[in-house]
């Protein structure tokens, strides 16, 4: 069985030779396999599709796939049309537990959640009817889902949803965070969120005013704050720090005693605390998605990183994502590429002061500490962006700054934006190493404005890469990016680093990727919003215990190398502590 998919954003029949018709072999013969319909779009018949691929090669702007699929599926749960995406399977609330979903984007998983949410009626593939509830439970009869879905075909089930991508919130409600907030105080347990989720000082701000971490918080606390019978998170990580990542785990731990919750979660260290049960979502990104049925949380973040389901038999990756067990003690010999001095800026309610430090040629230098301590102001002040107190600082180095909150305000091509930042565009280095591991040959047609959060994540570090630059700062470059999008931008900048004799530094909370990347940290201390102080550079034992010690948070490494947060108050988060050692134990060590 195979589909075939068109995207339809990328396909410009106008701009081509419609090489998809003039090579098909089945054309040729005089079948009508492909043609271009009445909306000026290719269109594909599956039917006649003898899958030889040669569309695929052929079409200059990447806009067809033709897959073949595993035997086992045969008919789709939800699909978007003729030549659309196809989802597999659905991901199975549970009373009293966190059901989590792991995936790359733009898998299914949203679509999966709306379906599960009453937004949008599977059509279980049928384009030339509308199928009815009927039908569709007649699909899922004897199966865990049948009672869930029968509730949603009544239209009893009322919902709460965390959005993934919350820079849309100040345009649908226009007003203070406070007032937000009061609107979904269903439960009587508004008073604990935004205790637990220190919003107290954003209360009376308004919500347009609000930072990524602020305004990832109140989203957060309306979520839960609702009376629903079913809660659905998606991405809960994002611009927020380690404390508060820990602070809201918890209490969608609390919640889900007693209702079930589903959560899309990229930070794997989170991800393995908080789910009690996972589902795998494979496949091919805007061509299909299948999710499995559920697994432990450790044996199914462990099959997603290995790339194989061995209950399915299914490889869905050539390759393992592998965590490196590096020696951090022993650090590279390198030159100095720069010196910065001892800094201080002050603002009327915050004080930043920076000790005198160095940023070697060729490596990558983390920044860790909490939101609201300093951290994105330092970056700015090196960039030259903002002054210190007393002055412009005199680097001597040319530096290239991919700031922590985008904003598409061009309608420009992603090519025409790149070319802007770069004169080897069509070089094949350039290709290799910043169009590649990105992935940004299928969107590079594809106007800025229109691009999601993580397609704007990858084009702002493309462009902050493809600069001529002594030193790259990149602010939360991990962002609405899925597992697999981290691992190859820590290689990315690593290789980038190593290639250019240049230096990058990197801001992030995500630990999994300051530990693959880093090898030194410049570590930010203080009372967030009021004072922070910035010291270092340290190695990375030294500067992760100096951090995780001050936020209470033990890591461990399992034997396959992936590192993992004890829980608070375990046996091995008490151990670490008494022996000094919040970052990293193995569980040979135990």
Not at 24 to 53: F, H, N, W
């Given at each position: 069985?195979?589909?075939?998919?068109?995207?339809?954003?990328?396909?410009?029949?106008?701009?081509?030779?419609?090489?998809?018709?003039?090579?098909?072999?089945?054309?040729?013969?005089?079948?009508?396999?492909?043609?271009?319909?009445?909306?000026?779009?290719?269109?594909?018949?599956?039917?006649?599709?003898?899958?030889?691929?040669?569309?695929?090669?052929k079409c200059p702007f990447e806009a067809i796939d033709i897959v073949s699929l595993p035997e086992e599926l045969e008919q789709p749960t939800h699909r978007y049309g003729v030549n659309g995406f196809a989802l597999y399977g659905l991901p199975i609330p549970v009373e009293g537990k966190v059901t989590?979903?792991?995936?790359?984007?733009?898998?299914?998983?949203?679509?999966?959640?709306?379906?599960?949410?009453?937004?949008?009626?599977?059509?279980?593939?049928?384009?030339?009817?509308?199928?009815?509830?009927?039908?569709?439970?007649?699909?899922?009869?004897?199966?865990?889902?049948?009672?869930?879905?029968?509730?949603?075909?009544?239209?009893?089930?009322?919902?709460?949803?965390?959005?993934?991508?919350?820079?849309?919130?100040?345009?649908?409600?226009?007003?203070?965070?406070?007032?937000?907030?009061?609107?979904?105080?269903?439960?009587?347990?508004?008073?604990?969120?935004?205790?637990?989720?220190?919003?107290?000082?954003?209360?009376?701000?308004?919500?347009?005013?609000?930072?990524?971490?602020?305004?990832?918080?109140?989203?957060?606390?309306?979520?839960?704050?609702?009376?629903?019978?079913?809660?659905?998170?998606?991405?809960?990580?994002?611009?927020?720090?380690?404390?508060?990542?820990?602070?809201?785990?918890?209490?969608?731990?609390?919640?889900?005693?007693?209702?079930?919750?589903?959560?899309?979660?990229?930070?794997?260290?989170?991800?393995?605390?908080?789910?009690?049960?996972?589902?795998?979502?494979?496949?091919?990104?805007?061509?299909?998605?299948?999710?499995?049925?559920?697994?432990?949380?450790?044996?199914?973040?462990?099959?997603?990183?290995?790339?194989?389901?061995?209950?399915?038999?299914?490889?869905?990756?050539?390759?393992?994502?592998?965590?490196?067990?590096?020696?951090?003690?022993?650090?590279?010999?390198?030159?100095?590429?720069?010196?910065?001095?001892?800094?201080?800026?002050?603002?009327?309610?915050?004080?930043?002061?920076?000790?005198?430090?160095?940023?070697?040629?060729?490596?990558?230098?983390?920044?860790?500490?909490?939101?609201?301590?300093?951290?994105?102001?330092?970056?700015?002040?090196?960039?030259?962006?903002?002054?210190?107190?007393?002055?412009?600082?005199?680097?001597?180095?040319?530096?290239?700054?991919?700031?922590?909150?985008?904003?598409?305000?061009?309608?420009?091509?992603?090519?025409?934006?790149?070319?802007?930042?770069?004169?080897?565009?069509?070089?094949?280095?350039?290709?290799?190493?910043i169009i590649e591991p990105l992935s940004l040959g299928p969107i590079l047609q594809s106007p800025v404005d229109t691009l999601s959060g993580g397609e704007l994540q990858r084009v702002a570090i493309a462009a902050c890469l493809s600069r001529d630059a002594d030193l790259y700062i990149?602010?939360?470059?991990?962002?609405?990016?899925?597992?697999?999008?981290?691992?190859?931008?820590?290689?990315?900048?690593?290789?980038?680093?190593?290639?250019?004799?240049?230096?990058?530094?990197?801001?992030?909370?995500?630990?999994?990727?300051?530990?693959?990347?880093?090898?030194?940290?410049?570590?930010?201390?203080?009372?967030?919003?009021?004072?922070?102080?910035?010291?270092?550079?340290?190695?990375?034992?030294?500067?992760?215990?100096?951090?995780?010690?001050?936020?209470?948070?033990?890591?461990?490494?399992?034997?396959?190398?992936?590192?993992?947060?004890?829980?608070?108050?375990?046996?091995?988060?008490?151990?670490?502590?008494?022996?000094?050692?919040?970052?990293?134990?193995?569980?040979?060590?135990?």
């Open positions: 069985m195979r589909i075939a998919v068109v995207h339809k954003d990328r396909c410009h029949s106008r701009k081509c030779g419609t090489e998809c018709i003039l090579y098909c072999p089945r054309v040729r013969t005089g079948d009508e396999t492909v043609i271009i319909g009445e909306d000026g779009k290719a269109v594909i018949s599956e039917e006649l599709c003898v899958g030889c691929g040669i569309c695929v090669k989590g979903i792991l995936g790359a984007n733009g898998i299914g998983k949203s679509t999966a959640v709306k379906i599960l949410s009453g937004q949008l009626t599977p059509n279980l593939g049928i384009f030339d009817r509308t199928a009815g509830w009927e039908e569709i439970l007649r699909e899922y009869t004897g199966t865990e889902l049948f009672d869930y879905l029968l509730t949603i075909s009544t239209k009893k089930l009322k919902v709460a949803v965390k959005p993934q991508y919350i820079d849309y919130i100040p345009r649908v409600f226009s007003g203070t965070a406070g007032e937000l907030l009061a609107s979904t105080d269903e439960r009587g347990r508004l008073g604990n969120y935004i205790s637990a989720l220190t919003l107290e000082p954003v209360l009376d701000s308004d919500i347009a005013t609000l930072s990524g971490g602020e305004l990832q918080r109140v989203a957060i606390a309306a979520c839960l704050a609702r009376d629903a019978d079913f809660y659905f998170l998606d991405e809960i990580t994002p611009f927020l720090d380690i404390y508060q990542r820990m602070a809201a785990a918890t209490l969608i731990r609390e919640l889900a005693a007693s209702r079930p919750i589903v959560i899309v979660e990229h930070d794997l260290a989170i991800l393995d605390m908080l789910a009690d049960t996972v589902h795998v979502a494979y496949g091919k990104p805007a061509v299909f998605g299948v999710i499995t049925q559920p697994k432990g949380v450790r044996v199914g973040i462990n099959q997603y990183l290995e790339g194989y389901l061995p209950e399915e038999n299914v490889r869905f990756r050539e390759y393992p994502v592998v965590f490196e067990k590096r020696a951090h003690e022993k650090q590279a010999e390198r030159e100095t590429l720069l010196e910065f001095p001892k800094m201080e800026k002050r603002y009327d309610r915050f004080r930043l002061v920076v000790g005198a430090g160095d940023i070697s040629a060729g490596e990558v230098l983390g920044l860790v500490g909490a939101n609201g301590i300093g951290k994105s102001t330092f970056a700015r002040l090196l960039a030259g962006v903002e002054e210190p107190d007393g002055g412009p600082v005199e680097l001597n180095a040319r530096v290239s700054y991919k700031p922590q909150y985008l904003k598409a305000t061009c309608s420009d091509t992603v090519e025409f934006f790149l070319r802007q930042s770069s004169r080897t565009f069509d070089t094949p280095i350039y290709q290799h190493d990149l602010d939360e470059p991990s962002a609405h990016l899925d597992v697999e999008q981290r691992v190859r931008i820590t290689r990315m900048f690593r290789h980038h680093a190593d290639g250019r004799g240049a230096a990058i530094l990197v801001i992030d909370h995500d630990i999994y990727l300051i530990d693959m990347i880093s090898e030194r940290i410049l570590v930010f201390d203080g009372e967030p919003g009021i004072s922070g102080e910035a010291t270092g550079p340290f190695g990375m034992r030294e500067g992760m215990n100096r951090f995780l010690s001050r936020l209470g948070v033990t890591f461990r490494r399992d034997r396959s190398g992936r590192p993992r947060i004890n829980k608070p108050g375990s046996y091995l988060d008490r151990d670490q502590k008494a022996g000094g050692e919040y970052y990293y134990y193995t569980e040979d060590q135990v």
